[in-house]
């Protein structure tokens, strides 16, 4: 059974307290579903409790990758689940609005490049970084790359691309390998053991914000991880 001493600094579960009452979500705005996460001041560590709810209630076929930690998470230490938790000025409690009530609240969590920055337009994510994050999953026994079937969210496009080019390579190397692309968000990868659904939504970051098609909009991103079944 996984204790909190299985979890890197990296490494979290999407679950996440409420802060104001969710009687309702659904019937609330973008900004008050929000609120109803967002803490005031940065969280410097989870309680016990909550640390063990998030691994009792870890989900080992729904997993959510982002390209690389902010600066902040250079203050994160292991075990502390607290990644994609930092809240206080970041915008974590936005993910965790449009994770609300989803099949994806529970998910993994975790980066693909271990590197602290938060200008992640300098930070390259490479195949190796998405054969590691593999390599991780089986240490968590969330995959065993046997009947794995599992749906992944991959946050922004960087993150997308490499698992996209970390399958093709797949596929390359094996032509009973397939990849389907259901969409210019989203395509599946099968082999002859395990089915792999890839689902990318856009970077939830404080410069991500506005009316553009690939800038975070709640409401759509919610919408979007809904239909993953």
């Known amino acids: 059974m996984l204790t909190k001493n299985d979890f890197t600094n990296f490494d979290s579960v999407a679950i996440w307290e409420p802060q104001n009452s969710v009687n309702n979500f659904d019937n609330l705005n973008d900004e008050e ?21 998030m691994i009792h209630g870890m989900k080992k076929d729904r997993i959510i990758v982002g390209k690389n930690p902010g600066d902040k998470g250079k203050d994160i ?18 993910l965790a609005a449009a994770l609300y009530n989803t099949n994806f609240w529970g998910a993994f969590m975790t980066d693909l490049n271990h590197e602290y920055n938060s200008n992640s337009s300098n930070v390259k994510a490479k195949i190796l970084d998405v054969e590691h994050l593999f390599d991780r999953l089986k240490q968590l026994n969330i995959t ?9 969210i991959a946050i922004g496009n960087d993150a997308f691309n490499t698992f996209k080019d970390y399958f093709n390579e797949l596929k390359n190397h094996n032509h009973n390998n397939k990849i389907n692309v259901i969409s210019d968000r989203q395509f599946e990868f099968n082999d002859n053991n395990n089915h792999y659904l890839i ?3 856009p970077d939830y970051s404080g410069n ?8 975070w909009n709640l409401t759509k991103v919610n919408k979007i991880i809904k239909s993953i079944k």
């Open 33 to 53: 579903k929000v609120k109803c996460f967002k803490t005031k001041n940065t969280v410097k560590k989870l309680d016990g409790s909550s640390i063990k709810t």
């Open 77 to 94: 230490d292991n075990h502390t689940l607290l990644a994609f938790h930092i809240q206080g000025k970041s915008n974590d409690a936005s």
């Open 144 to 152: 065993t790359n046997n009947n794995d079937d599992i749906k992944f």
């Open 199 to 201: 689902t990318r939504i």
């Open 208 to 215: 991500n914000q506005g009316p553009r098609e690939n800038d």
